[in-house]
């Protein structure tokens, strides 16, 4: 079995920053790519960026491109994201995923809440 455990969420200020943490552990697997997710209250969960594992490439959801950065941390087995100049829209519980290929999300974190405050 794999578990991702986000860690970083918490309550900030409108044009703050943030790092989310996301860490794989227990068995060895194939994995295509990573990726964060959000969901707020009473909205469906949201793409938010992805990292491909053979090659870094990144990929962004239009609304924190330009604020938002994922990153990875192999030898830590870990997936970063950061996350700049927060809007309170940006509010929301942030999920990691792991992909085994494009289209099978395998595994799931338990997420993490960032609050925004205006």
């Known amino acids: 079995q794999v578990q991702l455990v986000e860690s970083g969420g918490g309550l900030v200020q409108a044009g703050d920053s943030l790092r989310l943490s996301c860490a794989a552990s227990g068995r060895t697997f194939s994995r295509y790519a990573m990726d964060w997710f959000r969901q707020a209250p009473g909205k469906e969960r949201e793409f938010v960026a992805c990292i491909i594992w053979s090659d870094g490439s990144t990929y962004y959801a239009g609304s924190v491109k330009g604020r938002f950065t994922i990153s990875r941390d192999n030898a830590k087995n870990t997936v970063y994201l950061q996350m700049n100049s927060l809007k309170p829209e940006d509010t929301a519980v942030y999920y990691c995923?792991?992909?085994?290929?494009?289209?099978?999300?395998?595994?799931w974190g338990q997420g993490t809440q960032v609050t925004v405050s205006s």
């Open positions: 995923a792991a992909r085994s290929d494009r289209t099978s999300y395998d595994y």
